[in-house]
């Protein structure tokens, strides 16, 4: 199988959730970063300069044998399918890890500036009403915080999302909370992720894997 995973060169989670899988599982791909001169060709045309389609003209994009897909979920589910990072066979499970994906996605779609909020004042009055009480960015921290309490793991030594073992839904939370402590979200504190200890319990957990160390000092 022939598999590209295709993104920007930086290390945001829609991307590294699927690349982490597949190098956590020893699966073999294309790590392919794109320009920007590449991805105006994707927008103009659907495509990368050699042909590959980009089927929603967004990233990430999978190429598998020269089949094209997109959407992080779907992405990341496909890639935890073939790493074990994603159940087989355990359909509550899978759900439970849908749910934290989509979550994931939502956040970050509430964080994106809503078309027309120009200018500095603007922004960063959108941006901090997000985190207000019942702010949209304070609602999902609240939801993901409390869906991984409810998963009883707080007593572990290590605290996965599923079963004491590394899932997707760990990769999709861990990815989350390094954007978020990063500060490359302008507006945001980083501080404001101090909150949320199950999200950071999670956190710590996966960043202690070698593994992941590993992919983080060859890539990051
Ligand atoms: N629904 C898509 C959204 C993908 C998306 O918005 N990707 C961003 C990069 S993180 C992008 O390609 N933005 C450029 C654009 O849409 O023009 C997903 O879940 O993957």
Redesign the pocket.
């Known amino acids: 199988m022939k598999i590209k995973l295709i993104y920007?060169n930086f290390p945001?989670w829609?991307a590294e959730i699927s690349r982490i899988s597949l190098f956590y599982g020893n699966i073999p791909f294309e790590d392919v970063r794109i320009s920007s001169d590449d991805?105006a060709h994707v927008?103009a045309t659907g495509t990368l300069p050699d042909g590959t389609v980009i089927p929603?003209?967004?990233?990430?994009c999978l190429s598998v044998d020269g089949v094209s897909f997109?959407?992080?979920?779907a992405?990341a589910r496909f890639c935890g399918k073939l790493s074990g990072l994603y159940p087989n066979g355990n359909n509550v499970n899978c759900a439970l890890i849908d749910q934290v994906i989509d979550i994931c996605?939502d956040m970050?779609n509430c964080i994106s500036y809503p078309i027309n909020t120009e200018g500095e004042a603007n922004r960063k009055s959108f941006r901090e009403s997000l985190f207000e009480k019942d702010g949209k960015l304070s609602k999902n921290l609240e939801s993901l915080d409390s869906i991984v309490e409810r998963q009883n793991c707080t007593t572990k030594d290590a605290l996965f999302f599923i079963d004491d073992n590394l899932s997707l839904g760990d990769l999709a939370i861990w990815g989350i909370v390094k954007w978020l402590k990063s500060g490359v979200v302008d507006f945001i504190p980083t501080s404001l992720i101090d909150n949320y200890s199950h999200l950071n319990g999670i956190f710590n957990s996966v960043s202690k894997i070698s593994r992941i160390k590993e992919w983080q000092d060859k890539k990051h």
């Open positions: 920007f945001f829609r991805f927008k929603t003209k967004a990233l990430p997109c959407q992080t979920g992405i996605t970050t």
